[in-house]
C-alpha cells in the first residue's frame, strides 16, 4: 500500500519516469516485477499543473494514479495521447491560462487526443466546458479524485464525455501510488476542502467541504517516505491548522505536527496555509520545543482594516491576528513569519490601505505575497459595490510591494554574519554554487567546494543579503 517514490534527479535535468521507478517503494523484487506484469500498458499522458501547492501535489497523486494503471508520462503534448491540465481559478487570469491551453487543441493536425480538465477550473466550469471546447473528454474536480479510476475506466471503455463533479463528500484523495517531482521535499495534504467562507474566494466552492485524513494514515505514508529517504516533509492544506482527526486518535494537529518530528529520519516538518482562527499557542509551542519543526508559519492577512476585514468574511480583527503575531514574535525561537495581501477590495479606501501599510511595518513579515483583488464567480465580494480601478489596485500593489521590499532587504542584512542549516535543494551551472533552504524558509545560494552536497543539510554563514535571498559561504 501506498507506495511512493524519490526521484533522485539532478535539479534541472529532464526525466522520464515509468512504472518500474514508480513501484521502487515495493518490495521484494519479485512482488515488483510481477505487479509491473500485471499492469496492462496503456496510452501516453502530459500532465501540466496550475495554481497552489495543494494543486501540485494533487497532480503527483493524479499521475500516481495514472502510471498505476499502465500510462506512462511524457513531457510534450505531441508525445501524449492523454494531455490534462490541472486547473487554477483563485483569480480570473489564472482561470483563463487553461481556456487559452484548451483552444490551441481547436485544428491540432495528427491523431485526436483525450484531454482531461482537473482541478478549481473543472469544479467551477463543470459541464459547461464541453460546450466551450467540445473536444474536452474529462472534466473532474479535487474533491471526485478519489473516483478516478472509476473515470479512466469509462475513458477507456470509449465513453467520450465523463464528469467527475460531486462536491458533497467526505473523502480525502488517497492512492497507492504517488509520484513525487520534488526528490527534497515531499508534500503531503492533511486536510482537503475549506469550510471558511471568505466573501472573495472560490475555493470553499471548487474543492468541497473541510476533510481531514486519519492521522494513522498520515504517519503511515511518513514512515514510507522516511524509508526512501526523504528528510523533509510540507503538510498541506487550505487551512492546515483547521485539522481534526477523523480516527478515534483525536490528534491535535500540533501533536500530529511533533509525532512527525519524531518519525525516524525526518530533519524538517513544515505545514502550509495555516488560518489566523484556528491558530493556537499549542502549535507556537510544539515549534519552540521541537527543532524539526520548521520555524516558519504562513499567515494570510488579507488586510490591516478590521472593517474590511469583516466585510471579507475573516472571522477575526487586525487586533486579534496581531495577538497571534505577538505570540510567534515572543516564542522562544524566532518564527518567521509570511503573508499574503489582497489589494483593491471592493470598497477598500485610502484608509483602510495605509491600515495594511501600517500593519506590515508592524509585523515586518519575512515574506509577502500580494494580489490585486479579483472579482470571482458565485462568492458573495463579486455582488459588492464600489469597486476599485484596475488602475488604482495596480498603484496600491506597487507601493505595497516597494515597503515590503525595504522591510525584507533590512531584515536580511541584519542575517550577515549568521550561520544558518541550509539544506541543499540545487546546484548552479556556475562552478561551485548551490542553493537551498533555511528552516525559516529562506532561500540561501552559496559557495562550497564539496561534491554532492544534494539533499544534505549544511552550516552556511551569511555574507550577503538581497531583498529576495541571502548568500553565503559553506562553514567548516
Ligand atoms: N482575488 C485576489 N486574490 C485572491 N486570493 C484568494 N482569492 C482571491 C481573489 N478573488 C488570494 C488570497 C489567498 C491567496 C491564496 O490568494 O490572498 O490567501
Ligand atoms: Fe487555485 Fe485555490 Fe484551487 Fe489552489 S485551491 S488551485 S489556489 S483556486
Redesign the pocket.
Known amino acids: 500500500m501506498g507506495a511512493v517514490i524519490n526521484l533522485q534527479i539532478e535539479m534541472g535535468k529532464t526525466f522520464h519516469i515509468g512504472l518500474e521507478t514508480l513501484v521502487a517503494g515495493k518490495s521484494p523484487a519479485a512482488e515488483r516485477s510481477e505487479f509491473i506484469a500485471a499492469v496492462p500498458k496503456r496510452g501516453t499522458f502530459y500532465l501540466e499543473t ?3 501547492q ?2 501540485d501535489h494533487d497532480s503527483e497523486k493524479v499521475a500516481g494514479v495514472l502510471l498505476s494503471r499502465g500510462y506512462r508520462q511524457v513531457e510534450t503534448i505531441e508525445a501524449a495521447s492523454f494531455v490534462l491540465y490541472n ?4 483569480r480570473e487570469k ?1 482561470a483563463q491560462k487553461v481556456f487559452s491551453r484548451l483552444g490551441e487543441f481547436r485544428d491540432m493536425p495528427g491523431e485526436p487526443k483525450k484531454i482531461g480538465v482537473l ?2 477550473v473543472a469544479q467551477q466550469e463543470g459541464e459547461k466546458i464541453f460546450n466551450r471546447s467540445p473536444w474536452v473528454n474529462l472534466v473532474c474536480g ?1 474533491a471526485s479524485y478519489s473516483k478516478l479510476p472509476e473515470l479512466l475506466t469509462q475513458l477507456e471503455a470509449g465513453e467520450t464525455r465523463v464528469t467527475g463533479l460531486d462536491t458533497d463528500t467526505d473523502e480525502t484523495f488517497e492512492t497507492e501510488m504517488t509520484r513525487r517531482d520534488n526528490p527534497w521535499r515531499a508534500y503531503l495534504t492533511i486536510i482537503e476542502g475549506c469550510d471558511k467562507a471568505c466573501s472573495y ?3 470553499p466552492f ?2 468541497g467541504p473541510e476533510r481531514s485524513r486519519a492521522s494513522d494514515s498520515v504517519l503511515r505514508e511518513l514512515r514510507q517516505l522516511a524509508e526512501i529517504g526523504y528528510s523533509e516533509v510540507q503538510f498541506l492544506g ?1 487551512t492546515v491548522n483547521s485539522y481534526r482527526d477523523p480516527s478515534a486518535e483525536k490528534m491535535e494537529f500540533s501533536a500530529l505536527l511533533r509525532a512527525a518530528a519524531e518519525m525516524p529520519g525526518m530533519k524538517r516538518v513544515r505545514f502550509m496555509t495555516s488560518h489566523p482562527r484556528d491558530f493556537s499557542a499549542d502549535i507556537v509551542a510544539a515549534i519552540e520545543d521541537d527543532e524539526r519543526i520548521c520555524n516558519h508559519v504562513h499567515l494570510p492577512v488579507q488586510s490591516g482594516s478590521t472593517r474590511i476585514l469583516r466585510v471579507m468574511q475573516r472571522t477575526y480583527s487586525r487586533e486579534e491576528y496581531l495577538g497571534k503575531i505577538a505570540m510567534m514574535r515572543g516564542a522562544k525561537r524566532p518564527i518567521a513569519i509570511s503573508t499574503d495581501i489582497i489589494v483593491g477590495f471592493p470598497g477598500e479606501t485610502d484608509g483602510d490601505f495605509a491600515e495594511t501599510l501600517n500593519l506590515m511595518e508592524e509585523v515586518k513579515y519575512e515574506a509577502i505575497f500580494a494580489f490585486k483583488y479579483s472579482p470571482r464567480p458565485n462568492t458573495p465580494a463579486q455582488k459588492m459595490e464600489d469597486a476599485i480601478s484596475e488602475e488604482e489596485k495596480s498603484r496600491r500593489l506597487g507601493v505595497l510591494l516597494e515597503l515590503q521590499r525595504k522591510i525584507q532587504t533590512e531584515a536580511n542584512e541584519k542575517l550577515i554574519g549568521q550561520p544558518f542549516e541550509v539544506h541543499v535543494e540545487g546546484k548552479s551551472k556556475k562552478e561551485n554554487q548551490w542553493s537551498g533552504r533555511t528552516s525559516c524558509n529562506r532561500v540561501v545560494n552559496f559557495l562550497s567546494t564539496r561534491s554532492n552536497l544534494l539533499g544534505s543539510y549544511v552550516a552556511v554563514r551569511i555574507t550577503g543579503a538581497t531583498p529576495n535571498c541571502l548568500t553565503g559561504e559553506h562553514a567548516r
Open positions: 496550475f495554481g497552489c495543494m494543486n486547473t487554477c481559478s483563485i489564472a482541478g478549481c479535487s474566494c472560490v475555493v471548487t474543492r487550505q
